[in-house]
């Protein structure tokens, strides 16, 4: 699943974010309750689920669905993963253990995005000045906070790039 998430998500330009794929716990905010889900077969790979499952004697069902390649998760899986696999046979694992760094690297993010978020805030407007200073990384992410935030809206990178350059422009 980790696999097929990041190359789908690759496919589809997403920003470091979405290329982190599925992580092993996420936390879930709704209605003042907080959800946390956790995956722990996450960085399992089909074979050796399949092969506990079969060990243990556990009775499965296998979804129709899942062989039908008009879904574009089951073209990666069925199409694209053989085809890397032929070139690195541990890539499957190898895509989790990026997926891992690239978490690493996008909680960092987050983090620094927070705090020009809160250093640029002053008695109820954003420093504008304090965003200008900041590399896109950060810069991007404390608007996308900011936005959110404000609107509760998740803004596309189109809307984010528009307030980089506004904010570019003076």
């Known amino acids: 699943d980790v696999a097929e998430t990041l190359i789908f998500n690759l496919a589809r330009g997403s920003s470091l974010h979405g290329l982190c794929s599925i992580p092993p716990t996420r936390v879930h905010e709704r209605d003042d309750i907080c959800i946390e889900i956790v995956r722990p ?97 950060v810069r991007s992410r404390t608007i996308a906070r900011i936005i959110y935030e404000e609107s509760g809206v998740q803004p596309e990178k189109r809307h984010i790039d528009t307030v980089c350059y506004l904010i570019d422009a003076g």
């Open 41 to 137: 077969l996450i960085n399992s790979t089909r074979d050796e689920i399949e092969e506990y499952r079969a060990e243990k004697e556990i009775p499965y069902v296998n979804d129709s669905t899942n062989s039908d390649i008009d879904y574009a998760r089951n073209r990666i899986r069925h199409n694209i993963l053989p085809e890397l696999e032929k070139i690195n046979p541990g890539v499957i694992k190898n895509i989790s253990r990026c997926t891992e760094m690239l978490r690493a690297d996008d909680a960092y993010f987050a983090g620094e995005s927070l705090y020009v978020a809160c250093k640029a805030y002053d008695n109820g407007d954003y420093n504008v000045n304090i965003l200008k200073q900041q590399p896109y990384s």
